[in-house]
Nanobody, 124 residues
Framework: QVQLVESGGGLVQAGDSLRLSCVAS????????MAWFRQAPGKEREFVSA????????DYADSVRGRFTISRDNAKNTVFLQMNSLKPRDTAAYYC?????????????????WGQGTQVTVSS
């Protein structure tokens, strides 16, 4: 069983940066594609970014492409989301997800494990 713990959220102003981290338990981290999703109040959970098990394939939602960067460190069982030029519309709870032997799909139903989320609030 994989457990995911996110950190790094907070309250920032528009234009600021944040770096989210997600640490996974277990020894099989490199078998998982990892992703970040977010959910704002009253809205559905939406895909933000994903990375394959090796880090060789990355995908981004159009709304964050060019501002956010996903990366992973398999030696530390950690995936990161560097968020630059934050906007108020980025305000949401951000969730880390793991997809066993996947490539990082945009469909949340494909993910096997989820973290509890970390809140990001961007003020204007």
């Amino acid at each position: 069983q994989v457990q995911l713990v996110e950190s790094g959220g907070g309250l920032v102003q528009a234009g600021d940066s944040l770096r989210l981290s997600c640490v996974a338990s277990g020894r099989t981290f490199d078998r998982y594609a990892m992703a970040w999703f977010r959910q704002a109040p009253g809205k559905e959970r939406e895909f933000v970014s994903a990375i394959s098990w090796s880090g060789g394939t990355r995908d981004y939602a159009d709304s964050v492409r060019g501002r956010f960067t996903i990366s992973r460190d398999n030696a530390k069982n950690t995936v990161f989301l560097q968020m630059n030029s934050l906007k108020p519309r980025d305000t949401a709870a951000y969730y880390c997800a793991a997809e066993l032997r996947g490539w990082g799909t945009t469909n949340p139903s494909s993910y096997d494990h989820w973290g509890q989320g970390t809140q990001v609030t961007v003020s204007s």
